[in-house]
Nanobody
């Protein structure tokens, strides 16, 4: 079992920046590909960003490309989402997820474990 705990959410102004963290408790963090998803009120949970086990490969949802950056520090068992120039439409609950298989990382079903989520609110 892997426990995931997100932190760093809160209120941020449009054009500012915010960094989310996801701390993992498990035997070997580096064996999991990691992803970030988000869900706004009344909307489907959508893919935001994914990162490979080694951190050498990343993929982003179209709506955040060029603005958000996913990274990981395997020594700290932590994955991050750097949010630059956030927009009001980025407001959502952000979820961290872990995938042991590591394939099809843009798909919710590929993830084995999920965090509880952290709220991000972007004001205009």
């Amino acid at each position: 079992q892997v426990q995931l705990v997100e932190s760093g959410g809160g209120l941020v102004q449009a054009g500012g920046s915010l960094r989310l963290s996801c701390a993992a408790s498990g035997r070997t963090f580096s064996r999991y590909a990691m992803g970030w998803f988000r869900q706004a009120p009344g909307k489907e949970r959508e893919f935001v960003a994914g990162i490979s086990r080694s951190g050498t490969s990343t993929v982003y949802g179209d709506s955040v490309k060029g603005r958000f950056t996913i990274s990981r520090d395997n020594a700290k068992n932590t994955v991050y989402l750097q949010m630059n120039s956030p927009k009001p439409e980025d407001t959502a609950v952000y979820y961290c997820a872990a995938s042991y298989v590591g394939s099809e990382v843009t798909t919710k079903g590929t993830y084995n474990y999920w965090g509880q989520g952290t709220q991000v609110t972007v004001s205009s």
